[in-house]
Each structure stands twice: as structure tokens, then as C-alpha cells.
């Protein structure tokens, strides 16, 4: 239950407005942070029902980017208020299946089931790479049969799967003069899809030396379902992880996509009213942190490859907004030889990826995902960094033939 005085924190300054995607899209009161709180407090105080349509859309279309959070002078914790109201509109739909259902719900309730079972996640990859590979699947999506199936959403969605997955198991990597021990979190679907950002994040810690484990007990850190309104998902995934951290004796939670970073430094948050839990939630969230901030905070060996490329960095709202990192990511870049970093134009309003809003709100997705591949093509880079794996899929197909890369799949390139 949220504290209903935090929507009171909101003096409708508005100077949150023109960081959200949405509203500077659709110019909609409604559409902005702004509107937005005024519905969920009007919700919270009995004046607006929760089943009201304009109240649901607003819910959906929101991206949950947090750049309004991050701009907030009075301090207002959007990104709790949001979660909280898409919780009860969740609780709500249960109680209720006679409801109308949400947008995209059936696939994303799909996609969620899969990835919080590893065994279901890595069956569903091997097919779709067969599917992809095969001819099969673009076969149909072209003639209409995913469409048919209510699968588009999550089609469209849909990362190229790569042929080795990078699985967790319970060996321990070890660095050449140990000072430490990192717990690599390896996500859900980026175990299957990103597995060369993996591999470049393990090179890296290793040379910074840190002994990296990938505790199979890890799981999903439980964003999808947050996102989703579907806390209790998301608490028993960020249990599983805990417990995985704290039989590691690892030393730091080192996280390389920035939407999972910001879930598991979120963590005691979500089990803040779990008596069992909290204290060993808190502790964990205190030991995350995005691999670039450990990289950035250790004594990495020069680079010595270069890299003759102009280079824009696209900063991931959930790692600037959620967890205002900025510089980190841009000075391990600087340090590759070479490099030439460009400016990039809105380098912090969403892409439109955040996780799966693209099944439930494919339109704004794609408005979103064009105005980012026109300041990318306007800034004259060669290559984009970004440090989050949505964001790369959701960029990838939109600005080819220029290629979207992972700050530690650059940096790990320049070491020999
Ligand atoms: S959320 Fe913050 S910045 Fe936005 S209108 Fe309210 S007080 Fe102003
Ligand atoms: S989270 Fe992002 S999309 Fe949602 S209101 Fe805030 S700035 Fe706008």
C-alpha cells in the first residue's frame, strides 16, 4: 500500500514535463508525469475508478522511464507511485477475469512464465533460433500465423538467439591476482541473446581482478514482472537471487544491462515489508552495482587496440534516471584508443524500449524508437554505445547499417 502523502510531494510545477517522452510526443496533460500522478492520487481518494479507460491507458502508455523522478525538484518517487498503481490494477484483473483484458497481457503473462523457469527459457530460445534460422519464422509472421496467434507483440519483440547461451554454473573464474569476488547477474533473455556482452563483462572484471561466479541459483531479476504490475513474481525472483548472492561469497552484484541494475538496487524496496526479508534485501541492493561503476572505480590495465570510430553514447534511463550514472559508462569509453565521442542530441529521453512496453504499446514504441534513430543519424557517430541490452534490440534494426554495441563489448575489444 502506498503512502498516499507522496502523491501530495507533487507541487504540479511541471518541471518535470519536458523529460517525458510521452508528453513531449503527444503535447497531452495526461500524457505527462504531471497528469499522470494527478490520476492515481483522484484513483487513491475514491474520486476516479480504476477501471475508468483513460485512467488504464495512462497506466500503459506510461514507459516507467523515471526521467520525470530524476527531474523533480519536490523529490516525488514516480517510479514507486507507478508501480504501486499498476500492482492494484493488477490485483484488480485477477480478482476479476471478466475485466477486459490488458493490452498485450496474454503474451506478456507467456514471456513472464518463461523466464522465471530457466528450463522453459532455453527450450523457447532453441526454438526461436531454429525459427529464425530456418526461414520459419519470418515465413510467418509475414503470412499473418503469429498475428493469428496473438504473438505479434512478442515477435516484434524478438532478439536474434545466438548459437552458445551463456548459462550459469556454479565454476569459479578466477582472476590472476585476486583482490575480490563479483556475482555476475546474467539476466533471463540476455543469457540466450547478448551473450557476447557476458563474455566481454567477465574479460573485464577478470583483468580488473575480480574472481567472477554465476551462481546457478540465480534468476530473472524480476523487472518484467514489476513492470508488469505482477509484484509477487517479482519478490519471489529477487528472494532467489538474494539467496544465490549470499551463498556465493561474493563480494559485489555485478550487473551489465542497466534495467536489471535497477531492479536489484531496488530490491529492498520491494521486500521492505517482508520481516524475514528485509534486512537481507537491503544488504544485497547495497552490494549492486552496474558494471561500469565497478570498472570505473578500479585500476584497469591501458587499453592498447584502437578503435578509429566516432562514437555516440546513448545513456539508458535506467541507468541515468534509475540510477543516476552518468560518467562511468563515458569515461571507460575515453579510455579506448582512438575513440572519438560525439555528442548526441536527447542522449537521455527513452528509446521507446523500456523492457516490454513494446507488446502493450507498440505505437509510441516505434514513434519513440524513430525520433531516437534521427539524433543517432544526425550526430554523424560510426558506432552507438549504450549500456542496456533493450535498448540495443530495440535500436538495432532502426539505425542499421550502423551498429549499436555495448560500452564493455568496446572496451573489452581494445585489450588484446
Ligand atoms: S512531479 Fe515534480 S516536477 Fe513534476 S509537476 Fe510534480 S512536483 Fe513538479
Ligand atoms: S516515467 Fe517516463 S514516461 Fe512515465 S511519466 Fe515519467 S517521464 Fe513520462
Not at 491507458?57 to 514507459?63: G, P, R
Not at 523529490?75 to 480478482?95: C, K, T
Not at 498485450?104 to 528450463?119: C, F, K, Q, T
Amino acid at each position: 500500500m502506498i503512502d498516499a502523502s507522496l502523491y501530495d510531494r507533487c507541487v504540479r510545477c511541471g518541471l518535470c514535463l519536458t523529460s517525458c517522452p510521452t508528453y513531449t510526443e503527444t503535447m497531452t496533460e495526461t500524457s505527462g508525469p504531471r497528469g499522470r500522478i494527478s490520476l492515481m492520487k483522484a484513483v487513491a481518494e475514491g474520486e476516479l475508478s480504476e477501471d475508468a479507460p483513460g485512467y488504464v491507458a495512462q497506466m500503459s502508455e506510461c514507459l516507467g522511464c523515471r526521467a520525470c523522478e530524476a527531474a523533480c525538484p519536490s523529490g516525488v518517487p514516480y517510479g514507486e507511485l507507478i508501480e504501486a498503481a499498476r500492482a492494484s490494477l493488477h490485483e484488480r484483473a485477477v480478482a476479476n477475469p471478466a475485466r477486459p483484458p490488458k493490452r498485450g497481457g496474454r503474451e506478456l503473462s507467456l514471456l513472464l512464465n518463461a523466464v522465471e523457469r530457466p528450463s522453459w527459457l532455453h527450450a523457447g530460445a532453441r526454438l526461436l533460433r531454429f525459427a529464425q534460422r530456418s526461414g520459419a519464422f519470418a515465413i510467418a509472421r509475414r503470412i499473418g500465423l503469429l498475428r493469428a496467434l496473438g504473438l505479434e507483440g512478442a515477435a516484434r519483440m524478438a532478439p536474434p538467439i545466438d548459437a552458445h547461451f551463456e548459462i550459469p554454473d556454479d565454476a569459479v573464474l578466477r582472476a590472476s591476482a585476486s583482490r575480490g569476488r563479483a556475482f555476475l547477474h546474467l539476466g533471463c533473455i540476455a543469457q540466450c541473446s547478448s551473450t557476447g556482452i557476458h563474455r566481454a563483462a567477465i574479460k573485464l572484471l577478470l583483468l580488473a581482478g575480480l574472481d567472477v561466479v554465476r551462481p546457478s541459483e540465480q534468476r530473472c531479476c524480476g523487472a518484467l514482472a514489476a513492470h508488469a504490475g505482477e509484484l509477487e513474481r517479482a519478490r519471489a525472483l529477487a528472494r532467489a537471487n538474494i539467496t544465490a548472492f549470499e551463498r556465493s561469497g561474493a563480494d559485489v552484484v555485478a550487473i551489465d544491462a542497466a534495467g536489471c541494475g535497477a531492479q536489484c538496487k531496488g530490491y529492498g524496496h520491494l521486500l521492505a515489508d517482508d520481516p524475514a526479508w528485509a534486512a537481507r534485501a537491503k544488504a544485497f541492493s547495497e552490494r549492486v552495482r552496474d558494471i561500469s561503476e565497478i570498472l570505473a572505480a578500479c585500476e584497469l590495465p591501458a587499453p592498447s587496440i584502437p578503435l578509429a570510430a566516432r562514437v555516440a553514447y546513448q545513456e539508458p534511463c535506467h541507468l541515468v534516471h534509475a540510477q543516476r550514472i552518468t560518467n562511468a559508462p563515458k569515461r571507460l569509453l575515453a579510455t579506448i584508443p582512438g575513440i572519438e565521442l560525439v555528442p548526441l542530441e536527447e542522449a537521455t529521453l527513452c528509446c521507446g524500449g523500456a523492457g516490454v512496453y513494446a507488446i502493450g504499446e507498440p505505437e509510441m514504441s516505434a514513434r519513440l524508437r524513430e525520433r531516437k534513430a534521427d539524433a543517432i543519424r544526425r550526430s554523424g557517430a560510426s558506432v552507438i554505445a549504450s549500456a542496456n541490452i533493450g535498448c540495443m534490440l530495440q535500436l538495432r534494426d532502426a539505425i542499421a547499417p550502423l551498429q549499436v554495441r555495448h560500452v564493455v563489448e568496446l572496451l573489452a575489444d581494445a585489450y588484446a
